[in-house]
């Protein structure tokens, strides 16, 4: 059985574009927290917390599948 792996470019892409926009909102509104950048963190909270699950059915699913009782994770 192979490995598998996932890759991390989509948690990336979804950090830079919150980085992106929470910079903007903060050079329009000189401000430092406000309920814009609140709900820009809170959709991406959401997003990741959404990604994440998925990503774990899917690897609890494929040790199922195949049989496998020893999951190792590597960061």
Do not use: F
Not at 7 to 32: C, D, F, P, W
Not at 57 to 68: L, M
């Amino acid at each position: 059985i192979k490995p598998i792996v996932i890759k991390g470019g989509v948690i990336k892409s979804m950090n830079q574009y919150y980085n992106k926009h929470l910079a903007e909102i903060r050079s329009e509104t000189g401000m430092i927290w406000n309920n814009r950048m609140q709900g820009l963190t809170d959709k991406r909270r959401n997003k990741l917390d959404t990604y994440m699950h998925k990503i774990s059915k899917y690897v609890v699913q494929y040790c199922k599948t195949n049989n496998i009782d020893m999951l190792i994770v590597h960061r």
